[in-house]
């Protein structure tokens, strides 16, 4: 089992960048696709964007041109550079390492994102 460690959250004003990083205990090569997920208050956890071992990624419409993520396999850690963020963007953000592929598989503990307007 891995350890998924979420850091870079926080408030930031609409229009602004954050960085999230996700630095797993093993090698992330080890899994199919790692990926990114938010969770807004009383909504149900989504996909935001997915990179597999390839390096092809996918993105949900609404982050399309906005979101970028990124893995650094030597490093074991997995990024979201988030620009242009809205209001809407706010919510937790949790890692993601995919056993079965398009299968949530390991959680992390999550980084609270908050975009003021």
């Known amino acids: 089992q891995v350890q998924l460690v979420e850091s870079g959250g926080g408030l930031v004003q609409a229009g602004g960048s954050l960085r999230l990083s996700c630095a797993a205990s093993?090698?992330?090569?080890?899994?199919?696709?790692m990926a990114w997920y938010r969770q807004a208050r009383g909504k149900q956890r989504d996909l935001v964007a997915r990179?597999?071992?390839?390096?092809?990624?996918n993105y949900v419409d609404s982050v399309k041109g906005r979101f970028t993520i990124s893995r650094d396999n030597a490093k074991n850690t997995v990024y979201l550079q988030m620009n242009s963020l809205k209001p809407e963007d706010t919510a937790s953000y949790y890692c993601n390492a995919e056993i079965v592929p398009w299968t949530a598989g390991y959680w992390g503990q999550g980084t609270q994102v908050t975009v003021s307007s």
């Open positions: 093993r090698s992330i090569a080890s899994y199919t696709a």
């Open positions: 990179i597999d071992g390839n390096g092809n990624t």
